[in-house]
């Protein structure tokens, strides 16, 4: 039989248990929190190793970088002015063998003017617009001519319509008719126009108008061959006769520099692979290593309680089940149930646990 000292020790094991358990549970979550960290602060050493190497390699990138870029950018300056005086030299080569031309030139449309004026021929006949559409040449002028015409038998009186609608015709019955009237005066008026001064000019002047029509063609084919001698000296190779060689070798200077810099780049960030960053990351390294050395001591301390409070835990399930389990049972196997037992043991309606036990259950 079983007394109430008996139960007691038992109530009072129990709750040693369960509060032996949950300290256990504790540790071990402290122990994951610790583990947590460790991993933490590795993975951010590793970030920081990472941003750390970066920084110091774009810093020694961009130093040079900027050495580059100013380098470039003084071949740029350089090509400019290269460029500027090859065009004047180019321009002037091509006044000094065209000369000739030009001055042929000249004197022929002194002869031009001479030959019209003398002979009284009307100013507007000294235009070329009048010898594109009265004395027409070539298929160049025969396009000028047939677009002349198109704008004027088409786009002016279209044009006179369109300011008509908004103002003179805005209230007309029929408008479309009077667009076509407006077309067919316009169109009429135009080629009387025409007719007039192509009557009146080549029959009173028609031979001095052939002999400016030579003078004409003669200036044209000038300024052919101009253009011509302009395309060949621009496409010349030979740029030795333009004294560009100064530009030349400032540009040659420019990139020798630009290679020599590549390769201090490339021997720095070699110098960096093998030596800075070891030491960055040794450094780096050593700091997080103290770190991770004094939370894993903590882990261990950590592993070593947990170990001791599994063992007593252990101790005190083997204990129950020994000597309290076979006494109460599964049912009155609980603190509570134990302090109700206590109870009835107390008042005096029960001598032993059994005897409480079994009021209990009657």
Not at 222 to 237: H, L, S
Not at 268 to 283: D, N, W
Not at 339 to 360: K, N, P, Y
């Amino acid at each position: 039989m079983h007394d109430l000292e008996f139960i007691r020790n038992a109530q009072a094991t129990y709750q040693t248990y369960e509060t032996e358990k949950k300290n256990l549970e504790n540790l071990k979550n402290e122990r994951k929190q610790i583990a947590k960290g460790i991993a933490a602060q590795e993975k951010s050493a590793e970030r920081e190793l990472d941003a750390s190497v970066r920084a110091e390699q774009e810093k020694i990138e961009e130093s040079f970088d900027r050495q580059i870029e100013e380098q470039e950018e003084e071949i740029r300056r350089i090509r400019a002015k290269r460029n500027k005086k090859k065009n004047k030299k180019i321009n002037e080569r091509v006044e000094i063998e065209t000369a000739d031309i030009r001055e042929q030139n000249q004197a022929l449309k002194v002869q031009f003017n001479s030959l019209l004026d003398q002979n009284h021929v009307p100013g507007y006949c000294k235009s070329k617009f009048y010898y594109v559409m009265f004395m027409t040449k070539g298929i160049r002028e025969f396009l000028e001519a047939l677009l002349v015409w198109a704008l004027g038998l088409a786009g002016l009186p279209a044009l006179i319509c369109l300011a008509g609608n908004y103002s003179f015709l805005r209230d007309a019955a029929n408008k479309p008719m009077m667009f076509a009237v407006i077309f067919w005066i316009t169109d009429v008026v135009l080629l009387l126009l025409y007719i007039f001064i192509l009557n009146r000019s080549k029959a009173e002047y028609k031979p001095v108008l052939k002999e400016g029509r030579r003078i004409q063609d003669r200036i044209r084919a000038n300024r052919k061959q101009i253009d011509a001698t302009r395309d060949v000296i621009w496409k010349d190779k030979d740029e030795s006769q333009y004294g560009l060689d100064h530009y030349d070798e400032r540009q040659a200077e420019a990139e020798a520099q630009i290679a020599r810099i590549q390769q201090e780049k490339e021997a720095a960030l070699t110098q960096f692979e093998t030596e800075t960053r070891k030491q960055i990351e040794g450094t780096i390294r050593t700091q997080s290593d103290g770190v991770v050395a004094g939370m894993q001591a903590e882990e261990s301390e950590k592993e070593a309680a947990i170990a001791a409070k599994e063992e007593a835990v252990s101790q005190l399930r083997a204990k129950i089940t020994d000597e309290y389990e076979p006494v109460f049972g599964k049912e009155f196997s609980r603190p509570n149930k134990m302090a109700t037992l206590i109870r009835i043991m107390e008042e005096g309606d029960a001598s032993t646990v059994e005897d409480a036990i079994a009021i209990v259950k009657s």
